[in-house]
């Protein structure tokens, strides 16, 4: 199977996961992906995420997080830019998510940002996802 999206294909793995409330889901590697797992952390989305080095490719295991309640803390996420339709912005115009209670993750030339990182830096890019 080729993978024409690999960023979609780990948004909806961390929504199947969360959906069927697992602890965990292991993700194939890439740059862009550990990037956004990094986002996700330091947002408070994930409990946390590592490359797992077991055999021939690397994968991310992320670790989903949860209220005490067991309810979940990530309700969606959403691919903004695809590869048959790009998504850019530039620093005036970032995206407020759901009235600024979600973040937007942006590609952007200073890496990985979410829209209030990008803000800050005066930086547009490709909007990559939201998540809330």
């Not at 862009?32 to 989305?45: D, H, N, P, Q, T």
């Not at 797992?52 to 830019?81: C, F, H, M, Q, W």
Request: glycine share 6%.
């Amino acid at each position: 199977m080729s993978m024409t999206d690999p960023i979609a294909d780990f948004l909806t793995r961390i929504r199947n996961a969360n959906s069927a409330l697992h602890k965990e889901v292991e993700i194939p590697a890439s740059k862009i992906k550990l990037e956004m797992a990094r986002v996700l952390k330091e947002e408070g989305y994930i409990d946390n995420y590592e490359i797992v080095d077991s055999g021939k490719y690397p994968s991310i295991r992320v670790t989903l997080k949860y209220t005490p309640a067991n309810e979940r803390v990530i309700i969606d996420l959403s691919r903004i830019s695809k590869p048959g339709r790009r998504y850019y912005t530039n620093s005036k115009k970032l995206p407020k998510v759901m009235g600024g209670l979600g973040i937007a993750i942006l590609s952007t030339p200073k890496g990985i940002l979410t829209d209030r990182q990008a803000q800050r830096e005066n930086v547009g890019g490709e909007v990559l996802c939201y998540v809330w």
